[in-house]
């Protein structure tokens, strides 16, 4: 069985620091997915990382996946207010379809 | 615009009466997936379908049926709700393609069974 593990689950920073957040899965995986959800709203893709190595950045989010030590870190850099938000990994096997998703971290970003 | 939407929004029913909640999608995604988000455990997947007539299970599919007769729907159905059925649910929809399978979520459906 496939677990997903984030870290923190809470996560309360001022603006203009830096954090980052880990996933950590228990099988063999290259595909790997992160989101936000804002509340009471749905979620929204925000990374897709898909092999060993990837990184991707978008404005003050950065995604990375390390497949072997079956790690994703998504790092947040000069935090501001509209971070605020709880963000999810989730992992696809690679043998099929199944998405498992971590519990989430709940990113609160404080003036 | 591209969307998946759900009904309905929310719900409040009684253990055993059946209901159905809709999900359909207009992106002509062929794979389709539900999950049901409970405070500290994430979403978990309850089924999901590759194409038409195509289902599978997910992590937690007791209690819960579905089915894909086309492609733009697929309905989740609980036949006898009862209250560890509380929840919110959520669908979605996704297309693999070169980049990744990005998934595409409905607004969600807050059920309460009493």
């Known amino acids: 069985e496939l677990k997903v593990e984030q870290n923190p689950l809470f996560l309360s920073m001022q603006e203009g620091k830096n954090y980052t957040i880990y996933c950590n899965y228990s099988?063999?995986?290259?595909?790997l997915y992160w989101y936000r959800q804002d509340p009471g709203k749905s979620l929204e893709s925000l990374f897709v990382?898909?092999?060993?190595?990837a990184v991707k950045q978008e404005g003050r989010l950065m995604a990375s996946l390390d497949t072997k030590a079956r790690l994703s870190t998504l790092h947040i850099t000069a935090a501001v207010h509209d971070l605020s938000a709880t963000y999810f990994c989730?992992?696809?096997?690679?043998?099929?379809?199944?998405?498992?998703f971590g519990e989430g971290t709940q990113l609160t970003v404080n003036p | 615009e591209a969307q998946v939407t759900q009904n309905p929004r929310y719900l409040i029913t009684v253990t055993g009466k059946k209901l159905t909640v809709t999900c359909s999608q207009n992106?002509?995604?062929?794979?389709m997936s539900w999950y049901r988000q409970d405070p500290g455990l994430g979403l978990r997947q309850i089924y999901y379908?590759?194409?038409?007539?195509?289902?599978d299970k997910g992590d937690v599919p007791e209690g819960y049926k579905v089915s894909r007769k086309e492609k733009r729907n697929f309905p989740l159905i609980l036949e006898s709700p009862s209250p560890n059925q509380t929840s919110l649910y959520f669908c979605?929809?996704?297309?693999?393609?070169?980049?990744?399978?990005?998934?595409?979520f409905g607004s969600g459906t807050q059920l309460s069974v009493l």
């Open positions: 979605a929809s996704s297309q693999w393609t070169g980049g990744g399978e990005k998934l595409f």
């Open positions: 099988t063999t995986s290259d595909r």
């Open positions: 990382l898909l092999s060993n190595g």
């Open positions: 989730a992992v696809q096997e690679t043998s099929g379809s199944r998405l498992t």
């Open positions: 992106m002509n995604h062929e794979y």
């Open positions: 379908s590759m194409n038409v007539e195509v289902t």
